[in-house]
């Protein structure tokens, strides 16, 4: 647990929507509407998964879930915020209360300077996130994250020198590995609740995907929607792009055959909690850069000159049988794997 004590000041008014905020400082002025207290002292460090506070002043009290920033740095301020903006003076995110939603009987009492506000922090039962962490030797993040951990899994050797043997079963699992992840034990456990740690923008989108598929880094001077289009159809394509360039990408994407894909903002703490779902289903952000994986497209392994051909004679109304026919003359093709990959795109495109 984590508990950090506080006083009361005249110009608290408690009503910020956004964010709360304890601090250190011993003065304050009426602009800060976030704060509720001040002359802040801190025992104990950061947390990582669920938590809840409880804010406590007198005989008042009120309890807020959110998510612990194990990034955060004891000693200075202490802010919890409704988003989910990682910074190193943010103790919690994703906060189901700002300070305008505090009881206001609550708020009235942290106008005297003589009143004591406490705020206990602890952790909660996770529903069941996935940690992916890439560790290159024991730090303060890896101990926060172990502490967090009801399962902890060693991916690799390196990983099992650094922490020991695999640990418990179910609650939030904690994978820590020295060379790729996710990693081929886990794979089966990715999806759309997962962090990962370690890893810049780009590769923590590439690993929130549970394909096993290579990864291709598109190249950086071309525009995305063409470095798609160039890149190989079996590979998880990692690319950057600007939010308006988002409906030219997805387009291409559809044109592949792609259906899933896993997105990772910016800055380098944000890109910790990548997103993965459908095309289509998953919301992207609306303004500035982001990376993307874009999941490989069913397609049986043809490249793009092929998938083009293919896809433009049955839409044509070429039978699937003839097409795979004539697929199957060409070098690295046997009857079976022509008709396999003729089948997939006709079953995407229908």
């Not at 950090?4 to 009426?30: F, Q, V």
């Not at 024991?138 to 690799?156: F, G, K, N, Q």
């Not at 909690?273 to 289903?281: D, F």
């Not at 919301?283 to 092929?306: M, V």
């Amino acid at each position: 647990m984590t508990t950090i004590r506080a006083h009361g000041h005249p110009e608290i008014r408690a009503t910020h929507s956004k964010t709360w905020e304890l601090t250190p400082d011993a003065e304050l002025t009426a602009r800060a509407t976030c704060v509720l207290g001040v002359r802040a002292v801190t025992e104990g460090g950061p947390l990582a998964g669920p938590v809840q506070l409880r804010i406590s002043v007198g005989e008042h009290s009120v309890l807020v879930r959110a998510v612990g920033n194990p990034n955060w740095v004891p000693g200075g301020p202490a802010v919890i915020r409704r988003s989910s903006v990682r910074l190193a003076n943010t103790l919690a995110t994703d906060a189901d209360l700002s300070a305008a939603d505090l009881p206001r009987d609550l708020a009235a009492r942290l106008t005297d300077p003589a009143a004591e506000i406490t705020v206990e922090v602890s952790a909660v039962d996770d529903p069941g996130t996935l940690v992916l962490f890439h560790a290159n030797g024991s730090s303060p993040r890896l101990c926060t994250e172990l502490a967090a951990a009801d399962t902890v899994i060693a991916e690799d050797a390196g990983a099992r020198a650094l922490i020991g043997r695999s640990t418990g079963e179910g609650g939030r699992t904690l994978v820590v590995a020295t060379e790729d992840l996710p990693g081929r034990t886990v794979r089966h456990l990715l999806g759309d609740r997962t962090e990962v740690i370690g890893l810049p923008p780009g590769l923590a989108a590439a690993a929130a995907s549970p394909s096993p598929a290579g990864i291709f880094l598109a190249e950086p001077a071309r525009k995305p929607a063409d470095a798609l289009r160039a890149a190989p159809l079996d590979a998880k394509v990692v690319l950057r792009l600007a939010a308006e360039h988002a409906d030219k990408v997805l387009a291409a994407a559809r044109d592949r055959g792609a259906r899933t894909l896993a997105v990772a903002t910016e800055p380098y703490a944000e890109s910790e909690r990548p997103r993965w779902g459908e095309i289509g289903a998953l919301a992207l952000p609306d303004r500035g850069e982001f990376w993307l994986c874009l999941d490989p497209a069913a397609t049986g392994g043809l490249d793009p000159l092929l998938h083009k051909l293919v896809t433009g004679l049955l839409a044509q109304g070429v039978p699937a049988r003839s097409v795979a026919q004539s697929l199957a003359e060409l070098p690295g093709f046997t009857r079976r794997t022509a008709y396999d990959a003729v089948q997939q795109l006709k079953d995407i495109s229908s």
